[in-house]
Nanobody, 125 residues
Framework: QVQLVESGGGLVQTGGSLRLTCAASGRTFSNNAMAWFRQAPGKEREFVASISWSGGSTYASSVKGRFTISRDKAKNTLYLQMNSLKPEDTAVYYC???????????????????WGQGTQVTVSS
């Protein structure tokens, strides 16, 4: 059974940092792209960052320069380092994975097959 389990969320002040982790299991995740999405209260889920099989990455303009996505293939783990956090970053953050063999990153939710349950990030002003 495929599982994506996020952790690392919490409450942080404006300007602070958090590191989110997504532990993947149930199949190999070394040959597919993965991503982070987020959903704020009352808003649609939106793209945050994605990383390809080879390590290339893309970011939403709202987080570029502040967030860094990375992965450890040996550990089947995805990370999101979030620095200079702002109140507008408050959301539930979801980890997502494309099907095996789909190596290129994408900013569209449609392209991701497996999803985690999410971890709450709250940034206080």
């Amino acid at each position: 059974q495929v599982q994506l389990v996020e952790s690392g969320g919490g409450l942080v002040q404006t300007g602070g940092s958090l590191r989110l982790t997504c532990a993947a299991s149930g199949r190999t995740f070394s040959n597919n792209a993965m991503a982070w999405f987020r959903q704020a209260p009352g808003k649609e889920r939106e793209f945050v960052a994605s990383i390809s099989w080879s390590g290339g990455s893309t970011y939403a303009s709202s987080v570029k320069g502040r967030f860094t996505i990375s992965r450890d293939k040996a550990k089947n783990t995805l990370y999101l380092q979030m620095n200079s956090l702002k109140p507008e970053d408050t959301a539930v953050y979801y980890c997502a994975a494309r099907a095996e063999g789909i190596v290129y990153y994408s900013d569209s939710q449609v392209g991701y097959r497996d999803w985690g349950q999410g971890t709450q990030v709250t940034v206080s002003s």
